[in-house]
């Protein structure tokens, strides 16, 4: 008999690899979509007609009850969330409603309606922020340096304490950062792929950065989301960190990206300071040994893969459009 999955986020880019998996696998896939006027599905539209998608939104309780009697889940992932961190900074109290009260409105409604699903708790790197280990693990302690990563915080916080007191089988998944083509355009990963492609096909002659310095630990949205579901296949729920034990600088990434379409990019770069956080997060770099040797997970696509396959996508979408 077929499993039921409720996915919050699902037309966003984890949401979208999450269902393919998740479809490939014999699921019945339910989706949590908000009701705009002009409905963002683009992610989703190959496989539209495979899901069910429900209206609701996180910061409405109602709406997120009746979706759980609607799907019936054995598996809950709530991935739904203000997810930019730039954002935050000019959305705080926005960010902390949706990223942080959100997940605990999802774990009411899981409570009370669906007791004895497994649910995924989408954590982040950001709530490591001004990191006081490297690498981060699982014990490392938070330091949060944005609205973002302290709500992100207080959701991982909410999952450890309905875990605990209710017994409920839930599970943190702190993921590092995770791209693809279908990254959000605001992401600095996108914004420089499409900017490169961009720059190639002659409709704009520069990028405008911040701090070129920053270091993350970059991997495949595709990849991440694997991790995410043998998370609750787990008899055991638990909080793992997911990485490629790998860090890279922005400038890196811009050279590779740069690279890859036959540019050189310190002819188009420039560093814009409006672009620079009020509290930067430096280094983050994940160690993902417990998530490997639990849940029998490791990344496959490499740091240079990843930004070539972006930039390609970008460069495609372009060329079509012209």
């Keep these: 008999m077929s499993k039921n999955a409720l996915i919050t986020g699902i037309s966003g880019q984890d949401g979208s690899y999450l269902a393919e998996l998740l479809l490939d696998?014999?699921?019945?896939?339910?989706?949590?979509?908000?009701?705009?006027?002009?409905p963002n599905t683009s992610r989703i539209d190959h496989i539209i007609n495979s899901i069910e998608l429900i209206q609701g939104d996180i910061t409405d309780q109602s709406s997120l009850n009746e979706a759980m009697r609607v799907s019936d889940p054995d598996e809950v992932y709530n991935l739904a969330a203000q997810s930019f961190v730039g954002t935050s900074w000019n959305?705080?109290?926005?960010t902390a409603d949706v990223t942080g009260i959100g997940v605990v409105r999802v774990l009411e409604a899981v409570k009370h309606l669906a007791p004895s699903a497994h649910m995924y708790q989408a954590s982040s790197s950001e709530m490591f922020g001004?990191?006081?280990e490297t690498p981060q693990t699982e014990n490392t302690k938070f330091y949060p340096r944005s609205p973002y990563g302290?709500?992100?915080?207080?959701?991982?916080?909410?999952?450890?304490?309905?875990?605990?007191?209710?017994?409920?089988?839930?599970?943190?998944?702190?993921?590092?950062?995770?791209?693809?083509?279908?990254?959000?355009?605001?992401?600095v990963t996108r914004k420089i792929t499409d900017g490169v492609a961009r720059i190639k096909y002659g409709l704009s002659n520069e990028l405008r950065l911040g701090n070129l310095d920053a270091r993350r630990d970059w991997g495949?949205?595709?990849?991440?989301?694997?991790?995410?579901?043998?998370?609750?296949?787990?008899?055991?729920?638990?909080?793992?960190?997911?990485?490629?034990?790998?860090?890279?600088?922005?400038?890196?990434?811009?050279?590779?990206?740069?690279?890859?379409?036959?540019?050189?990019?310190?002819?188009?770069?420039?560093?814009?300071?409006?672009?620079?956080?009020?509290?930067e997060v430096q280094l983050l770099l994940g160690d993902a040994t417990k998530?490997?040797?639990?849940?029998?997970?490791?990344?496959?696509?490499?740091?240079?893969?990843?930004?070539?396959?972006?930039?390609?996508?970008?460069?495609?979408?372009?060329?079509k459009s012209k």
């Excluded at 989706?31 to 006027?37: A, Q, T």
């Excluded at 916080?157 to 590092?176: K, P, Q, T």
């Excluded at 890196?252 to 560093?271: C, H, I, N, P, Q």
Aim: aromatic share 14%; net charge neutral; charged share 30%.
């Design 25 to 38: 696998k014999g699921y019945n896939v339910y989706g949590i979509l908000r009701r705009l006027s002009s």
């Design 291 to 319: 998530a490997k040797n639990v849940l029998g997970w490791e990344p496959k696509v490499k740091f240079k893969e990843l930004v070539e396959m972006m930039v390609d996508a970008d460069l495609e979408k372009l060329k």
């Design 150 to 187: 302290f709500s992100k915080v207080f959701g991982y916080w909410a999952c450890v304490n309905y875990r605990e007191s209710y017994d409920m089988h839930i599970s943190n998944g702190i993921l590092f950062n995770h791209e693809s083509p279908r990254r959000g355009i605001e992401f």
């Design 130 to 132: 001004k990191v006081q």
């Design 220 to 279: 495949f949205a595709g990849d991440y989301v694997d991790a995410m579901w043998r998370m609750v296949q787990q008899e055991k729920p638990d909080d793992y960190v997911i990485a490629t034990g790998e860090t890279h600088s922005v400038q890196e990434l811009v050279e590779f990206a740069f690279s890859r379409a036959g540019l050189d990019w310190e002819k188009y770069v420039v560093v814009d300071p409006k672009f620079v956080r009020p509290a």
């Design 91 to 94: 959305q705080p109290v926005h």
